[in-house]
């Protein structure tokens, strides 16, 4: 009964005795191993089937010196040793079984002498886990790569990156590691949809890899951050050979959906040990980097120095505050008045954002609204100097007794946001200001990064009544087609050209066909930043509508405005 219990069992099961040969050998052996009991048993060659698996066609390839070696290696590997007591056991890879071979898990018992107590015998059992070995080689994978891309994740970069500095620590090499920022990925997500920003991040991965070595390292973070460790680069110069290779490779142009599309990358460069000491510090000083990169030059590369450093914490500091300035009262709106260039009467105001910071002082929009957009304080920000200019307004109304037009800046992430249709309705409906009275200013190149997109939710915005400007006129690039589709009520002369007004031929020829051009597409003309009588009166002879600036009025707050209002009207 129990020879047939143990014959039965799915446990596969065998004994050797003192001399390696084979005494018994169940049926699940031979499920297990293609070896049938009567072929086995009496032999010396147990592990003959693991090393080799008997077919015709491979019977004369292994001669019986390299089988007893064979079966002497696995026998001593597996079989217990005198001084081991109760179970043993072991795994390992047979590669020579078919299909790709088999990982077997092994538990191996002495057999003693009742008497003596020496080892006459093993019984072994061995188990079949390829299975599990597949399953936790693909948890392995899913924890260390990239489910996208295939590249390593943060977690097998940081392990590598570690590794890789206790080596050049010990063998005194230099270490390089870039971090890669795509520029104005998003505008492809939101364009071409997520399947096509998917296709981007695939292909930039295979991109990177195919420049560097074997290796190298290239780990892909999140969304379109990617890191590249170089491993013992021969010099900075090296490095930056790198640099520019995967740049040129990188913006060579990406098919999608039919179109040509060319996308650039910011890179910020951190090396060991000048810039970092553990994997933490040198991927903080890359991302450091890239950003001042992609602040200052899209599509550039900077080396990491102590300056960003410091600038970076400046930065996340900065971050921190803003989120508290929001809901304490910290912001603030200013009123730079507009007028008609003839009359000199106030004909509007433009609302300008403060950061009344507690350490800082008054703080300009340029050096916090870059951060609100990357953080996406920008919309409840962007709603709150909505809603509190058209209050303000409304106040300036029932104090002095017209609504003049008020113009709000609409920065690129809110033109964007669908609710802003939503938002300016219910603002609109709450106050009863009329629609006419708010103009929605946007930057020439907000329109056009996306111009068939913005012509859309442009035409959506004039049929609710609403103005449009289009604000820094000249500083963009803008298409003269699609120039004359927009519906805009006004273009803003970027004060970059008004400030040389009067001292330079070619800011006057300028400023001169933008006036004429406007002129010629029915639009009303404001010029910003007008300080000197001398670019006044260039603008009054030339037939300029409308001017702010210095030269009339410096922003004023919303109470003070009042009073403006009230002595200039």
């Known amino acids: 009964m129990l020879s047939q219990i143990v014959n039965n069992s799915p446990i596969a099961t065998f004994v050797l005795d003192d001399q390696h040969r084979v005494v018994y050998w169940n049926r ?155 520029d104005n990925f998003k505008q492809i997500n939101d364009t071409l949809g997520h399947s096509a920003g998917d296709e981007v991040i695939r292909e930039f991965g295979r991109r990177l890899k195919a420049t560097v070595r074997d290796l190298d390292t290239v780990a892909r973070l999140a969304g379109d951050e990617y890191v590249v460790l170089l491993y013992a680069p021969q010099s900075v110069a090296q490095v930056t050979n790198v640099v520019h290779r995967l740049h040129d490779l990188i913006s060579t142009k990406f098919k999608l959906m039919g179109r040509e599309v060319y996308i650039g990358s910011s890179v910020g460069v951190a090396l060991f040990p000048k810039d970092g000491e553990d994997a933490d510090a040198l991927l903080k000083n890359a991302d450091a980097a890239m950003y001042r990169a992609k602040q200052h030059d899209k599509g550039g590369f900077r080396y990491y120095t102590e300056d960003l ?70 919309i409840p920000i962007g709603n709150w100097v909505i809603n509190t200019a058209i209050a303000d307004a409304r106040q300036w109304k029932d104090a002095y007794g017209a609504e003049i037009r008020l113009s709000i800046n609409i920065s690129a992430r809110q033109f964007r946001y669908q609710e802003l249709l939503e938002l300016l309705d219910q603002v609109i409906e709450r106050t009863g200001f009329h629609p006419l009275n708010l103009e929605l200013e946007l930057t020439e190149s907000l329109v056009m990064n996306n111009p068939k997109q913005a012509n859309l939710l442009l035409h959506r915005l004039k049929e609710k009544g609403f103005s449009l400007a289009m604000d820094d006129f000249g500083t963009g690039y803008s298409s003269l087609a699609y120039l004359r589709q927009f519906p805009f009520d ?8 008004i400030h040389e007004l009067g001292s330079n031929r070619e800011a006057e020829a300028i400023v001169r066909a933008m006036l004429q051009l406007g002129k010629a597409l029915g639009l009303r003309i404001v010029a910003e930043g007008v300080e000197t009588g001398k670019q006044r009166q260039f603008l009054v002879n030339e037939g300029c509508d409308e001017i702010q600036g210095f030269w009339f009025s410096q922003p004023l707050r919303a109470g003070d405005f009042l009073k403006l209002l009230q002595t200039r009207t």
């Open 309 to 378: 450093n410091r600038d970076a914490m400046q930065w996340l500091e900065l971050k921190q505050e803003l989120h508290y300035a929001l809901t304490s009262g910290q912001l603030e709106l200013y009123y730079q008045p507009q007028y008609g260039i003839r009359d000199q009467r106030i004909t509007g105001a433009e609302a300008l954002l403060r950061w009344n910071h507690p350490r800082k002082g008054v703080l300009l929009p340029d050096t916090f609204i870059p951060l609100a957009e990357e953080t996406g304080l920008i």
């Open 490 to 497: 006004m273009i803003k002369i970027d004060q970059s050209f």
């Open 28 to 182: 699940a052996c031979a499920m297990v191993t293609g070896v049938e009991a009567e072929d086995i048993i009496g032999t010396t060659q147990a592990w003959k089937p693991f090393y080799h698996w008997e077919r015709p066609v491979m019977a004369d390839l292994i001669v019986d010196d390299q089988l007893d070696e064979i079966t002497s290696y696995y026998s001593e590997k597996y079989r217990p040793s005198p001084t081991i007591e109760g179970a043993w056991e072991a795994e390992d890879f047979f590669p020579h079984f078919p299909d790709g071979g088999k990982w077997l898990a092994f538990t191996a018992t002495a057999l003693r002498d009742e008497t003596t107590g020496e080892i006459i015998g093993a019984i072994e059992t061995l188990r079949d886990i390829t299975a599990q070995k597949s399953y936790q080689e693909q948890l392995e994978h899913q924890a260390n790569y990239d489910p996208l891309t295939g590249l390593a994740n943060r977690h097998l970069l940081h392990t590598r990156l570690t590794q890789a500095i206790a080596e050049a620590r010990r063998d005194n090499f230099l270490l390089a590691v870039l971090f890669l920022d795509l």
